[in-house]
């Protein structure tokens, strides 16, 4: 038999080689190829160890909203009465109705939106921001704007500000990571004020609709551990209009779902739900705390509302988009991640409708309240006319007028009253419905406004310097109530103001009570009953007969006042 020859081993031996380097050329190269496809699209999942960022989608529920509060925060959540502090009156007003809808049983729905349209607006709520109503959110339609071609969606009302996606840049990610040492030592939330629970970050704050959390990142070696739970309505210690506005989870963590949005303007995150749908509520709850919490950034602020009621952001949308530039977020119709260098959840609120100038932000007032809103409409008149210098011109009067209670039962007169001392009289019914902008000229134009206490005397926000405000208190021991809600906040925004309580004899309940009854000779010991009696007896019951013989040194003030 013949040997086999020494090179036949040879070229079979190099055959063998070769197919085994083929075979490993191969793996490597599929395993660059996958390992190629993670980095680019999915850079974080390789690094979670190093950045602490987990995809918004597989990041436990644990690290988002459910982590147990086992440790007190640093500043306690004392609820103080409001009778301690000398109460916190609530407008009494029946003209729209701003008692929330109770919720009803198997409605889901109604546990979220309280607020509703004044009936008398005719303007009603579009369908509830649910997926599949037929209305697009804001975050919906920006994906629909954003180019193929482009890594960026650019807001069209804006020309420098951008919304980044999460692979935008590398360095969105570095700045939004580089300033986490800002909030120092500085608790999270701020639970001290009576009235509003406010919370404020600043460094690396990721926001999470879905998830109605708000998690501030922590530094490597930070003790830091804070768990808040806050709901941003101004309304602290009213329950009733609370158990309705959704509960945010505001907490310090080095664990969060890696962003999806980066902004690089500060966020101030709030609720519509509540009291809002009466003038009065608007304005108090809303209107006045968002411009105390926005008006310092100059419109370079996003907006993030809860329980959104999107018919009151139409009604509103001039004040709005004069706070801010950009397109409100509707924390129910968002999935993102929103990244912000700065945040702020809750408004700033103190008593009503008014600003506390020694603890607002950068020292805001109630003039500056009310010259905003004479700007936010293009209002022409800043100040009352003066007499002295315009003698022909003639003193305009507005006389709010109401048609279902605390009604002037003789207005005919109390008109012949006032042109006979040389007012131009206007008459009103303070029903602003969607033409906000319509009435606020009204008020702007006039000298002297009068009305009797309801929401109607919230318009007083448009009137110009100097001009004055009467209000008639009914009868019912509510002056102190009624200098509150109105007296005083339109003397913090530079007006006049001038207040006339009736006389049992100018009050209808002469009709209903004989005279020697006990709601004549004590009206405050009926306050013990509560203010949902007072409300129905001394408001929903009651309307006004004004003695034009007593009012009248009333008006005379108001005229010597515009001719100093």
């Known amino acids: 038999m013949m040997k086999e020859r020494p090179s036949s081993k040879l070229v079979r031996g190099a055959r063998q080689e070769s197919r085994r380097f083929r075979l490993l050329v191969i793996v490597v190269g599929f395993f660059l190829v996958s390992l190629t496809f993670v980095v680019v699209s999915k850079p974080d999942a390789i690094l979670f160890g190093l950045s602490g960022k987990l995809p918004a989608d597989e990041a436990p529920a644990s690290i988002l909203i459910q982590q147990p509060v086992d440790k007190a925060p640093v500043v306690a959540s004392n609820k103080i009465p409001t009778d301690a502090l000398g109460g916190d009156p609530k407008v009494v007003d029946d003209e729209a109705d701003v008692k929330p809808k109770e919720t009803k049983g198997g409605d889901e729905d109604g546990?979220?939106?309280?607020?509703?349209?004044?009936?008398?607006?005719?303007?009603?709520?579009?369908?509830?921001?649910?997926?599949?109503?037929g209305h697009k959110s804001d975050s919906d339609m920006l994906g629909e704007e954003r180019k193929d071609k482009e890594k960026k969606v650019t807001l069209p009302t804006v020309s420098n500000y951008t919304i980044h996606d999460a692979d935008d840049t590398s360095n969105a990610k570095q700045e939004g990571t580089s300033n986490?040492?800002?909030q120092g030592s500085k608790p999270l939330c701020d639970f001290s004020n009576f009235r509003a629970n406010v919370c404020e970050m600043r460094g690396d704050v990721r926001i999470h609709p879905k998830a109605t959390s708000v998690l501030y990142m922590e530094p490597e070696g930070s003790?830091?551990?804070?768990?808040?739970?806050?709901?941003?309505?101004?309304?602290?210690?009213?329950?009733?209009?609370?158990?309705?506005?959704?509960e945010l989870t505001v907490k310090s963590s080095k664990v969060a779902a890696?962003?999806?949005?980066?902004?690089?303007?500060?966020?101030?995150?709030?609720?519509?739900?509540?009291?809002?749908?009466?003038?009065?509520?608007?304005?108090?709850?809303?209107?006045?705390p968002l411009f105390t919490t926005a008006s310092e950034f100059n419109g370079e602020v996003q907006f993030l509302i809860t329980d959104m009621a999107l018919w009151w952001t139409i009604k509103y949308h001039t004040v709005l988009q004069k706070l801010s530039k950009y397109p409100?977020?509707?924390?129910?119709?968002?999935?993102?991640?929103?990244?912000?260098?700065?945040?702020?959840?809750?408004?700033?609120?103190?008593?009503?409708?008014?600003?506390?100038?020694?603890?607002?932000?950068?020292?805001?007032?109630?003039?500056?309240?009310?010259?905003?809103?004479?700007?936010?409409?293009?209002?022409?008149?800043?100040?009352?006319v003066m007499l002295g210098e315009n003698p022909k011109v003639k003193p305009r009067l507005l006389i709010i007028k109401r048609h279902r209670t605390r009604m002037f039962l003789n207005l005919d007169e109390i008109i012949a009253m006032a042109e006979g001392l040389g007012f131009e009289v206007v008459i009103d019914e303070a029903n602003v419905s969607s033409d906000i902008s319509g009435f606020a000229k009204l008020v702007n134009s006039v000298d002297v406004m009068m009305g009797v206490h309801g929401a109607g005397l919230t318009n007083c926000v448009f009137l110009p310097q100097n001009a004055m405000l009467i209000q008639i208190v009914p009868w019912g021991g509510l002056d102190?109530?009624?200098?509150?809600?109105?007296?005083?906040?339109?003397?913090?925004?530079?007006?006049?103001?001038?207040?006339?309580?009736?006389?049992?004899?100018?009050?209808?309940?002469?009709?209903?009570?004989?005279?020697?009854?006990?709601?004549?000779?004590?009206?405050?010991?009926?306050?013990?009953?509560?203010?949902?009696?007072?409300?129905?007896?001394?408001?929903?019951?009651?309307?006004?007969?004004l003695d034009c013989k007593r009012f009248r040194p009333i008006l005379l003030e108001a005229l010597d006042n515009l001719n100093p």
């Open 180 to 182: 986490t040492q800002q």
């Open 258 to 288: 890696e962003c999806t949005k980066y902004h690089e303007v500060p966020a101030v995150i709030f609720s519509l739900t509540g009291y809002t749908g009466n003038l009065f509520h608007d304005f108090t709850d809303v209107m006045v």
């Open 480 to 545: 102190w109530i009624s200098r509150v809600d109105f007296g005083d906040p339109a003397e913090m925004m530079g007006l006049r103001y001038k207040q006339y309580a009736i006389g049992v004899d100018e009050s209808s309940l002469t009709d209903q009570y004989p005279r020697d009854h006990e709601i004549f000779k004590n009206p405050i010991s009926f306050h013990k009953r509560g203010f949902e009696f007072i409300r129905h007896t001394f408001m929903d019951k009651q309307n006004v007969k």
């Open 328 to 384: 409100i977020i509707d924390f129910s119709k968002d999935d993102q991640v929103h990244c912000f260098k700065h945040a702020i959840v809750g408004l700033h609120s103190y008593m009503e409708f008014t600003i506390d100038a020694t603890k607002s932000p950068h020292g805001v007032t109630m003039v500056d309240f009310n010259r905003f809103m004479r700007g936010a409409y293009s209002l022409g008149k800043d100040t009352a």
């Open 111 to 133: 546990s979220k939106v309280l607020s509703e349209p004044d009936p008398a607006s005719g303007m009603t709520e579009p369908a509830h921001n649910k997926d599949g109503s």
């Open 223 to 246: 003790q830091r551990d804070e768990v808040w739970k806050i709901k941003p309505y101004p309304r602290k210690g009213d329950e009733f209009c609370l158990s309705h506005i959704t």
